[in-house]
Structures are given as structure tokens and as C-alpha cells.
């Protein structure tokens, strides 16, 4: 076993070795003269759940924290025992340190002047924060204005444990960005510190596009600040004479944390509005329509076009995603997962697929389609139930991943309204069922749901014994333009919803006992199998003995559809012995479990026992070996 400080030395070489790597490749590309390659300083290290990543990242950071890092991980709890784990190794370095989350005595301090964060050397934040916080108090060492420009005195390391979300993406349709128009068109955003007052001086519309601002980046739709009495100059035009007169504008807070992160969207937004005002100014006296599109924006900390600091993105399943992304490099992986020593597939065969949502038109008062959506949900989620106390029953504590949410709407077909919207909780539903029967979650099973934050970065499954999966993920497709858009993907390989499930997949496994190298049992849907092949693929896991307990899976991968079918009959129907023969009691046996629509006959059967004796099963009816039979035909 690796001990703790020569894991660390290990990552301190693999990181020099791959920039070495990365900038040799540039240099060959032709890359001397041009910029800086951001892949020689963005590096995604998949070491597997239960390599001990986390503890080798606190080594890191206990070691180097004079040079400045972010640590950014997913939940609160994580982010304390990492705090905890740095302080035991160096206690003295604990007033250097800056835990910026909700529950942290450093939070309500920090969000009123952010700049206090440029004081600390080790910044620890959560995923959601990285994405809020301007670079310009979360990178930099010392104050500096601008949002979106860092100085030189800047951190030298960005550490992102477990799947970061990369991006935040900001829209501005065409009411708002004629809106912003007024003040951006006259106001360099990045320049003026008073650039948020100009807007509270404004018409309503604008405040509001500066307040729709700061809630895509704060989840807030106000910036805090006080209304005060300010002179405005008007003119009697019937007397021709200035008025003099005041009004109460607001005055914002312009070093909150709110204000910054709404000062760091109207930089990114500031070239795009200020072309558009151009475009409109500029439009002839003759009227004609001008198309101004919306603009759509992707903040992403790690993309900022900095030599300087060095991003380390510890995500266990992060090559897939960003093996097709550009500007990362994927390091050499000294600790991949080992499924295959630990882990073995199970096919439920007899689980029923769902839709997620459904609709329909119905007469008014007419509940039927109602009634039967409400049955079938239920008989769903009845059945996963039933999964996972048959888990229980055979003394085995189980992590059952479902859904969020599963839903049934029902449209008036008149008036187009809708009369019933049904959006129930899988994961409340099947507890409250489990709970009826005496079962508690926690003590006797898991449960979560996909994306939910629990299916990565968590030890809180680690003593499950088995998984159980039964839907696949799906991700909306305007979800994934965004994330090739804003990781710049080739347009001939994007980022699939397969990369994102068998990535999800892959680690939501890994939050039971196999990360402690101990035996696991996935069970899964058929729907399932085609990411069990993937998984499969990725692990180079090159297994070809049908009588593993994948054979199923295999067979579906290898045989024809029809052969297939015929083989998850034999399978259902008990025929396969000691994982090598097929055997049937006589003819009728083999009629009644591999049905034909013709009578009787065994020539009907040849090219499927051909097909079965060629991936190396043998096959008797009553007690003749038929296997010999069959070879000779192929």
C-alpha cells in the first residue's frame, strides 16, 4: 500500500511530468510565438474513489498554501473535514485560512466586503461559490477592481475535488439587453466603480435587468445598498428654465459580494451590448426590423485565459467528459477503478420501464387516463420497492438509485388547461412505502437519486453492500449544447447524455463498500445494459466467459436480436447449468421455453444452438449432447 506522503510525491511528479508532456506537444504543434496552452496548466487527474485522492489533496495544501489555493468541493461536510484534515497536519496556518460557506463564522464578514478574501492564503469553497465569487477576489492575493481581470499576485492553484459544475451560464433576451443598453453604452462596466448607482438612477426596466443580473449569478434579486437624496437638473420648457430638484435613487453597496458578482456579469455582457447599441444608433431613418439575438455567456473560473495558476481537477470519472473538451490535459491514471475484481452484474429481468412524464388529452370530468397514470406510477414504484426488500430480506444493505421525480399531466382538451399535475418524489414515495413495511433508510438501505449530489464526493454509502439502478439519466438537450459550447468541444465528438450517465454511473457505484475493496453486486435494468457495456469499455474490463454473471449482458452485445430473445427465455427459465450447458428435460421442454410459431421441429431451433455453441456453450435435450451436432455446422 502507497503510504500518505508518497502519494503526495507522486502527484507533485505526475503534475510536472504532464506539464512537461503538454507543453512538448504544444511546442511540436507549432505553439511557440502564440499564446500560453491553458492545457498545460489545466490538468484532470482521475484517480478512483478510495484512492485516497482527498487525503493527498490535504498533504498538498497543508505543504504549499503559501503559493495561494482554492479548494472547492461539493458539500459543506466535505469542505470542514478537508479544513480539519490541513489543521492537523499544520495547526499555525489556520488564520490564513478562509472557509467561505453558509454555516462558517468567516460568511456574513466576507459576503459584506469580498475583499477580505484576498488576505487569506487558502480559500475553501463549495462548488455552487466557485461559480459565484468574481476571480478578482477569489484569484488574486491583493485588491484589484476589475471582476474579470486578476493581477499578477495571484493563487497558484485551483484544486477541484470530485465533478466540478464548470460553467454558469447567463442569458440576457432582447428587452434587457436594449435596457442595459442605456447605461452600458455610455458606462465602461470595468472601469467605473459607480457603474451599478447609473443604473438605480434609471427607469425601472433597467433596474430590473441589472436585478436579473445578480439573480443568475446570487439567486437574489436585489443588491443591498441605501436609497439617499440625490440633485437632478431638469428644465421648464413652457418657462425655459432649469429646475433644480432631487430624488431618492439607491446606492448600492458596490463592495458586496452581490454587487461584485453582478458588476463581474455586466463585464462579460459589455462588449455584446455595446455592439448592439452601435447597431440600433446606427439604423437608418428608414424603419426596418433589427434582429438582436439573445446573448448567452458561460462564466467558468478554470477558462479564464491565466498562465498562472494551475488548475487540478481530481474527478474520478472526469476523462470522460474532458478527454473531449478543449484546452484540458488528462493525466497519467496510477489508480484506476477495479471493478472487475470486486464487482459482478445482475440483470432484473422482470422490471417494467416507465415513462418519466407523461400527457394526455381527456374529456372534462373524464379521470380515466388519470386513473391509469396513477396506477401504473404506483405499481413503479411498488416494485422498486419489492427490490430493494428482497435486497434486505437476503441480508445485504442495498443503495438504490431512481429518478428525482416522476410525473403525469393530464390537458383538457377544450381549453387547453391543465387539470391534473401530478410530480411526485420517488425517493418520499418509496421510503414512505419501506416504512410501512418496517424498514428505515439509513439502517437497513440507502436511497438517492440521480444528480443529486449524494451520487459522488459522499461516504455516507460506504457500508451498502449492493446497488440497485433502474432508469437511466437523462439530460435536456439545450443542457448539453451548453456544456459543449462552454467546454468548446468538437462539434464531430460532443459531449453525450451516454458520457454524463456512464461518468454518474460509474461513481454513484463507487459510493458503497467496492471503494473499500470489498464485493459489490450492481443490479440493473435491461435499459441499463447498454451503459454496463460502456462501463465495461471504459475500466478495459475484456471479459468474454458467458458464465460470468454479466453473460446476459454479453449475450445481448454479441448475439443477433431474435437469438437474444430466444437466450433470455433459456435464461429466465432456469436451463443454464454450472454456467456451461443448456439443457433442456426433452422436446416439449425445449418447445414450451424457446417458443416457435410453426410446429415442432428441431430444424427451427439450428441456427440458435449454432449461435449458442459458437460463444462456447454446450447443449443437451434429455441426455443427448447435442453440442458436437451444431459445431460441425458452423
Known amino acids: 500500500m502507497v503510504k500518505k506522503m508518497e502519494k503526495l510525491e507522486q502527484l507533485e511528479k505526475l503534475i510536472e511530468e504532464t506539464t512537461k508532456e503538454a507543453l512538448v506537444k504544444w511546442i511540436k504543434s507549432g505553439g511557440v510565438g502564440k499564446k500560453y496552452p491553458p492545457e498545460a496548466r489545466r490538468f484532470c487527474i482521475p484517480w478512483a474513489a478510495g484512492s485516497g485522492k482527498t487525503s493527498t489533496i490535504i498533504q498538498f495544501i497543508a505543504k504549499n498554501w503559501e503559493e495561494g489555493i482554492i479548494y472547492s468541493t461539493w458539500t459543506i461536510e466535505e469542505l470542514e473535514r478537508v479544513y480539519q484534515g490541513i489543521l492537523k497536519i499544520n495547526p499555525d496556518i489556520d488564520k490564513y485560512i478562509c472557509r467561505y460557506h453558509s454555516k462558517s463564522d468567516q460568511w456574513e464578514s466576507t459576503n459584506k466586503d469580498p475583499n477580505l478574501l484576498t488576505k487569506y492564503r487558502i480559500v475553501l469553497v463549495t462548488d455552487v461559490s466557485l461559480l459565484t465569487i468574481p476571480p478578482s477576489v477569489l484569484l488574486n492575493k491583493s485588491n484589484f477592481f476589475s471582476e474579470t481581470r486578476p493581477t499578477e499576485n495571484i493563487r497558484a492553484w485551483i484544486i477541484l475535488d470530485e465533478k466540478p459544475t464548470l460553467q454558469r451560464k447567463i442569458t440576457v433576451n432582447e428587452e434587457s439587453i436594449k435596457a442595459h443598453s442605456v447605461v452600458l453604452s455610455e458606462i465602461d462596466p470595468i472601469t467605473n466603480d459607480k457603474v451599478l448607482d447609473y443604473y438605480y438612477h434609471q427607469s425601472k426596466t433597467v433596474v430590473n435587468a441589472l436585478e436579473d443580473m ?20 431638469g428644465y421648464d420648457l413652457k418657462n425655459k428654465v432649469p429646475i433644480e430638484s432631487v430624488k431618492k435613487v439607491k446606492v448600492v453597496d458596490k463592495n458586496s459580494m452581490k454587487a461584485r458578482a453582478t458588476k463581474l456579469g455586466l463585464e462579460m455582457i459589455y462588449e455584446d451590448v455595446k455592439a448592439t447599441s452601435n447597431l440600433l444608433s446606427n439604423k437608418p431613418s428608414l424603419e426596418y426590423a433589427v434582429e438582436i439575438p439573445e446573448i448567452s455567456k458561460f462564466y467558468d473560473i478554470t477558462a479564464l485565459d491565466n498562465p498562472l495558476t494551475t488548475v487540478l481537477n481530481f474527478d474520478g470519472t ?40 407523461k400527457s394526455t388529452l ?13 396506477a401504473e406510477v404506483q405499481e413503479n414504484l411498488d416494485k422498486i420497492a419489492q427490490y430493494i426488500v428482497k435486497s434486505i430480506n437476503e441480508g445485504q444493505k442495498p443503495l438504490a438509485v431512481t429518478w428525482k421525480d416522476i410525473s403525469s399531466f393530464v390537458v383538457h382538451n377544450a381549453e387547453d388547461q391543465i387539470v391534473y399535475n401530478a410530480k411526485l418524489s420517488m425517493n418520499d414515495q418509496i421510503e414512505e412505502k419501506l416504512k410501512e413495511l418496517g424498514y428505515v433508510k439509513g439502517e437497513d438501505y440507502y436511497l438517492t437519486y440521480w444528480m443529486s449530489g449524494k451520487t459522488r464526493g459522499t461516504n455516507e454509502f460506504m457500508d451498502a453492500t449492493e446497488f440497485l439502478a433502474f432508469e437511466p439519466l437523462f439530460v435536456t438537450t439545450n443542457a448539453l449544447n451548453d456544456l ?7 462539434p464531430n465528438n460532443p459531449i453525450t447524455n451516454q458520457d454524463l450517465f456512464l461518468a454518474e454511473f460509474i461513481q454513484a457505484i463507487y459510493r458503497t463498500q467496492i471503494r473499500l475493496n470489498k464485493p459489490i453486486k450492481v443490479k440493473v435494468t435491461e435499459q441499463l445494459l447498454d451503459t454496463i457495456f460502456d462501463m465495461y469499455d471504459y475500466l478495459k474490463i475484456e471479459e468474454k466467459n458467458v458464465g460470468d454473471t454479466v453473460s446476459l449482458a454479453l449475450m445481448k ?9 430466444d437466450f433470455v427465455a433459456i435464461y429466465n427459465a432456469n436451463k443454464i447449468i454450472n454456467n456451461e450447458y443448456i439443457i433442456f428435460s426433452d422436446n416439449k421442454d ?11 421441429k428441431t430444424v427451427n431451433y439450428e441456427k440458435l444452438f449454432i449461435a449458442l455453441v459458437d460463444i462456447g456453450f454446450k447443449i443437451k435435450v434429455g441426455d443427448k449432447d447435442i453440442t458436437d451436432k451444431y459445431k460441425s455446422k458452423q
Open 214 to 233: 445578480t439573480k443568475q449569478f446570487t439567486n437574489s434579486s436585489h443588491i443591498d445598498g441605501d436609497f439617499k437624496e440625490v440633485p437632478v437638473l
Open 318 to 357: 472526469g476523462d470522460i467528459i474532458l478527454s473531449k473538451a478543449s484546452g484540458w490535459t488528462i493525466a497519467k491514471n496510477d489508480y484506476p477503478y477495479n471493478f472487475k475484481d470486486y464487482g459482478s452484474i445482475e440483470i432484473l429481468l422482470d422490471y417494467k420501464p416507465i415513462q418519466r412524464k
Open 362 to 374: 381527456c374529456k372534462s370530468g373524464d379521470m380515466f387516463e388519470v386513473d391509469l397514470r396513477n
Open 484 to 490: 459543449n459550447v462552454s467546454l468548446k468541444t468538437d
Open 557 to 565: 452485445k454479441i448475439l443477433r436480436k431474435n437469438h437474444y430473445e
Open 590 to 600: 425445449l418447445e414450451n421455453t424457446v417458443k416457435r410459431a410453426k410446429s415442432f
